[in-house]
């Protein structure tokens, strides 16, 4: 298995890997911060949900425009929304679900010629193929997976 395959697998599992930590936990746990000054576990999952959002759309203007430059966003402004403090994290997992199945459905009928599409990111002054991005989402989800997997089991006493 090449590594746009691992990368695409982790894309995939990923909604379903989340759910199965966060279901469980009690209101107090959710509204825990995963580290000090970090985000709670409920704005971790509602910002996973936007910013994989935003992802599947820049892979769709990559794919269907010639470098497009993408609209970058205030994600610590979206994640500090007043209405996601009351709003359950099962909706953005229901949504994160939503688009990671059409996500990786995408990935999985790109040809290797389509990985090389390129979108540009002002603010990084950076263009990014979309072999790429694959990759810095695949890890994305995982450092937001492995943050809320270590504060489960240093205080949650769960494994």
Do not use: C
């Not at 909604?15 to 209101?27: A, G, I, N």
């Not at 000054?37 to 425009?65: C, M, P």
């Not at 709003?87 to 953005?92: E, G, Q, V």
């Amino acid at each position: 298995m090449g590594q746009l395959q691992i990368w695409s697998r982790q894309i995939e599992e990923l909604p379903q890997k989340l759910e199965s930590l966060v279901s469980m936990m009690s209101d107090e746990e959710l509204n825990t911060r995963y580290r000090p000054d970090g985000w709670t576990v409920k704005q971790v999952v509602h910002h996973l949900a936007d910013s994989h959002a935003n992802a599947y759309i820049r892979f769709h203007l990559a794919l269907t425009e010639n470098n497009p430059v993408i609209k970058p966003y205030k994600e610590a402004f979206w994640a500090d929304l007043p209405y996601l403090q009351d709003l359950s994290p099962d909706i953005s997992l229901q949504l994160l679900s939503a688009i990671h199945q059409r996500w990786y459905a995408l990935l999985s009928s790109l040809k290797a010629s389509d990985f090389e599409r390129t979108y540009t990111h002002p603010e990084y002054q950076k263009v990014y193929t979309l072999a790429l991005a694959t990759g810095s989402y695949a890890w994305h989800g995982a450092h937001h997976l492995a943050h809320i997997q270590k504060l489960v089991e240093r205080n949650f006493d769960r494994q």
